[in-house]
Antibody, heavy 118, light 109 residues
Framework: QVQLQESGPGLVKPSETLSLTCAVSGYSISSGNFWGWIRQPPGKGLEWIGSVHHSGSTYYNSSLKSRVTMSVDTSKNQFSLRLSSVTAADTAVYYC???????????WGQGTLVTVSS | QTVVTQEPSLTVSPGGTVTLTCASSTGAVTSDNYPNWFQQKPGQAPRALIYSASNRHSWTPARFSGSLLGGKAALTLSGVQPEDEAEYHCLLYYGGAQVFGGGTKLTVL
């Protein structure tokens, strides 16, 4: 069974960089899938942040592209998200997920709340 | 900026049938948008229900079905159960980028 677990600071100061990691178990991150990050501000809908492949290929949401970096660490079977210059608008639950072969996110982490506040 | 639109809220009676839709600001939703549907209950992560418009995941109950209908993606729930009360999200693919709809809050009453 594929399992994903997000980790990282729950509180980030404005203008700083948010960094999260998603540990994958039960499945090799090098198996050919893309891996995604999705966020959900409190009381709002889901927003796709981007997707990354173990080869380094990435797709980012155009509205966040200038601030987002995603990467994969195959040795640790995990992938990461960095979002720079954060503001209160970046406060959200951040989810990581596996993207299946037909652009579907089939397995998700439980999510982690990141609050941007001084 | 592409916008994906869903009904904000719908209400259905137990045992009834309801259809949720997902529209694209770029025009008709087609199979090339690989429509996905997710169910999310309060305090939980989304759970995948449907992919590529009409394919159920192995864990998706048969009462959930997906289709393309009148230029939109559609999710139909037949024989609705009380536990189907949740938020439903659609996701469309646009050649690399993916966009979620705003979500539909389904009330079973």
């Amino acid at each position: 069974q594929v399992q994903l677990q997000e980790s990282g600071p729950g509180l980030v100061k404005p203008s700083e960089t948010l960094s999260l990691t998603c540990a994958v178990s039960g499945y090799s991150i090098s198996s050919g899938n893309f891996w995604g990050w999705i966020r959900q501000p409190p009381g709002k809908g889901l927003e796709w942040i981007g997707s990354v492949h173990h080869s380094g290929s990435t797709y980012y949401n155009s509205s966040l592209k200038s601030r987002v970096t995603m990467s994969v660490d195959t040795s640790k079977n995990q992938f990461s998200l960095r979002l720079s210059s954060v503001t209160a608008a970046d406060t959200a639950v951040y989810y990581c997920a596996r993207r299946g072969g037909t652009y579907n996110f089939d397995f998700w982490g439980q999510g982690t709340l990141v609050t941007v506040s001084s | 900026q592409t916008v994906v639109t869903q009904e904000p809220s719908l209400t259905v009676s137990p045992g009834g049938t309801v259809t949720l839709t997902c529209a694209s600001s770029t025009g008709a939703v087609t199979s090339d948008n690989y429509p996905n549907w997710f169910q999310q209950k309060p305090g939980q992560a989304p759970r995948a229900l449907i992919y590529s418009a009409s394919n159920r995941h192995s864990w998706t109950p048969a009462r959930f079905s997906g289709s393309l209908l009148g230029g939109k993606a559609a999710l139909t729930l037949s024989g609705v159960q009380p536990e189907d009360e949740a938020e439903y999200h659609c996701l469309l693919y646009y050649g690399g980028a993916q966009v979620f709809g705003g979500g539909t809050k389904l009330t079973v009453l």
